[in-house]
């Protein structure tokens, strides 16, 4: 390659790589900026209320607007338990399904 090539190689990736940090500065900056007022603003949940296996009603909240760690984890908790509350029922189902199918002598 020639000179003015590998110069003008240089010169595009030290502007591209200058845009991406400025791109990522100004896109942190400004989230950091507008979560703590989202926080503020509003601090609602959302309740779902499912039935475990033993037919008592549980109540998961999933907090739709907290962005922190520990918020992250309590949701996650929370889909655990849906999602095993959601095993069992569809093994309830399936046993349910079985037996209904077996034909009546």
């Given amino acids: ?11 595009v ?5 200058i845009g991406l940090a400025w791109w990522w500065m ?3 900056g400004q ?3 507008s979560s703590s007022t989202s926080q503020s603003s509003s601090n609602t949940s959302a309740a779902v209320v499912s039935t475990n296996s033993t037919g008592n009603i549980a109540e998961n909240t999933i907090v739709s607007t907290g962005t922190s760690d520990n918020d ?3 949701d996650m908790t929370n889909i655990d338990a849906q999602m095993s ?4 029922d569809s093994a309830n189902v399936d046993a349910s ?3 209904s199918s077996q034909p009546v002598q």
């Fill in 1 to 11: 390659m020639s000179k003015s090539i590998k110069i003008t190689i240089w010169v």
């Fill in 13 to 17: 990736v030290v502007i591209v790589v």
């Fill in 26 to 28: 100004a896109g942190s």
């Fill in 31 to 33: 989230s950091s900026s």
């Fill in 72 to 74: 992250l984890d309590q």
């Fill in 85 to 88: 509350g959601l095993s069992s």
């Fill in 97 to 99: 399904v079985a037996s």
